[in-house]
């Protein structure tokens, strides 16, 4: 492989860390990302992009470079932040607030790095543009909006991404993660769980407290449904799967002598394989709708499933090939596997939609000290992991890192002059 590509990043260091310091004192919630995406748009166009596009997608940007004939290779970083206020102390810190989807005034931060995921694949776009002679093909950049709401990615798709841009043989994209910094964590196969939420309305009947008779009690319905969806993983899905089923919010009544007309639940479920998701969506839509009838409710519940994405499987020869380019670059004490991760992420959206390959890596933002410190001393979920107010990657090497591994990556799938 050509790693005088790589060299030129020295030049650019110093600019990428004032992009990224400039990303994360202005942070935006999903879907209203503009800031950030006209300042993206902006990078690619001054590195040459042949074509670049805003607002796909809602905010999304996404710039083509074409270079000869060769495969189309897809590079991706999400840019949306989060509900948190920040508390990390940096002088870079962010104040910013928002509105959040419900129109309440919130404070807002680059609490998942999604921040440093846009200022890499700059770094990453700047210089295989401006390295033409060194490789063959087309590169897509794809600045992906609303990760943390799971529709982004769908939302470009649906807005035509593969019809109007060339359409790629294969996604590749990054998450920045609690791992010392300057290392890479991969897996191969399923590496990120499905999510799917579900959003409950049980129909009951109310009446007075004193009054049960009169009433078909919602809230009784509700406790019913709750504890008998524990049976899904418990019984229902195979002992080597894995499945999460949790009931994050549940909500009935306004006083305690009135029975009320009805009960909210919202469910949350993570699973790994098409299998298992199919059987516990099912199952759960069984449950609410057999103890809606068992209560002898009138009206059926109502089901509004949200926020889907699907496993994030990163295939695996494709994943060996990178991180074998990846070992012969930062030698082989900075690559190590990781397990599952149970949160999600909706870049499989992508590849799924197309047949292609993903390969989805993970790469550390923390003082790697502290990182062998928390480990040493069993206390390694203490760390301010995304979405903690506290999290904030180093930005050497985390940057350099971050730009390196994006490049090598496409560098691999892109063909030679
Ligand atoms: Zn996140
Ligand atoms: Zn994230």
Known sequence: MDRTVIANLAD????LAALYRDLHRHPELSLQETRSAGLLAQRLRDAGFDEVAERVGT????????NGDGPVVMLRADFDAL????KTGLPYASRARGVDPEGRDVPVMHACGHDMHAACLVGSATLLAGARDRWRGTLLVVFQPAEELACGARGM?????????PAPQIVLGQHVAPLPAGVIGYGTGPVMAAADSLSVTLHGRGAHGSRPEASIDPVVMAASVVTRLQGIVAREVPPAESAVVTVGRLQAGTKDNIIPDTAELGVNIRTYTPQTRDLVRAAIERIVRAESAASGADTEPTLTWFASAPAL?????STRATMAAFTEHFGEQRIQTMPLVNASEDVGVFGEVLGVPTVFWFWGGLEPETVVAAMREDRFDQLPGNHSPFFAP???PTLSTGVEALTLAALTWLGTP
């Open 83 to 86: 509900p948190v206020q920040e």
């Open 394 to 396: 180093l930005i050497e």
């Open 313 to 317: 499987v990163s295939e695996p020869d």
């Open 59 to 66: 905010t999304g940007v996404v710039g083509v470079l074409r």
């Open 157 to 165: 798709v649906d807005d035509g991404l593969f019809e109007r841009f």
């Open 12 to 15: 650019l260091r110093e600019d």
